[in-house]
């Protein structure tokens, strides 16, 4: 995307999901709600007895 010339122009909200790679763009940013559910799980993963 930074090759394409792409990111500098934008004066928008980007929306990700959270990809690492996304973040060093600077730019204000929305999680997708299709990975939340995901994250929520992962956190249930970690800690199941505490995350009732």
Known sequence: M???GVL???TGTT???AWSSYLG???A???RN???PRDLD???HAD???QQ
């Open 29 to 31: 940013g929305a999680l």
């Open 25 to 27: 763009y600077g730019r």
């Open 15 to 17: 929306v990700t999901d």
């Open 48 to 50: 199941p007895t505490g």
């Open 34 to 36: 299709a990975h939340i």
């Open 2 to 4: 930074a090759d394409a």
């Open 8 to 10: 500098p122009h934008f």
């Open 42 to 44: 992962g956190v249930h």
